[in-house]
Each structure stands twice: as structure tokens, then as C-alpha cells.
């Protein structure tokens, strides 16, 4: 039973660790705005599904999807 413990305890701490880096890359970062890469778009609207991107972006990889078919 203290071994159970031992390994929660560190389990725990590395977790705690783990949020207060996130923390604190969150209140230190430059631009205080985390972007995320549209991961796809629809071919026929041009449009970003569940994500922002720019149009630029958009319309090249309308354009590679076109070259692919």
C-alpha cells in the first residue's frame, strides 16, 4: 500500500509540474495568442472546418487537392 502512494504521489507531482509549465508558457508568450493549424478545409467552399485560417492558406491547399485528383 505505501508503494501505491509513492507512485500517486509522483504521478501527481509530475502532472502539477506539467500544468504549471503550461501556465506559465501561456503568461509568457510573445504574441498571447496560441494559433493552430488548420488541419483541413472543404474543397468546395474553400472554407477551414473547426479551425481560423487565412486565405492564403486555404486556397493553397485547395489548389494541392486539385493537382492530387
Known amino acids: 500500500m505505501k508503494t501505491i502512494l509513492i507512485v500517486l504521489a509522483v504521478a501527481i507531482g509530475v502532472l502539477a509540474l506539467m500544468m504549471a ?15 493552430r493549424p488548420c488541419a483541413n478545409a472543404d474543397p468546395k ?19 494541392q487537392m486539385q493537382r492530387q485528383q
Not at 509549465?21 to 494559433?35: R, V
Not at 479551425?51 to 493553397?60: G, L, S
Open 21 to 35: 509549465g503550461l501556465g506559465l508558457k501561456m503568461l509568457l508568450h510573445k504574441e498571447k495568442e496560441f494559433k
Open 45 to 63: 467552399t474553400g472554407r477551414c472546418a473547426h479551425c481560423t485560417c487565412d486565405k492564403k492558406t486555404v486556397q493553397a491547399r485547395l489548389a
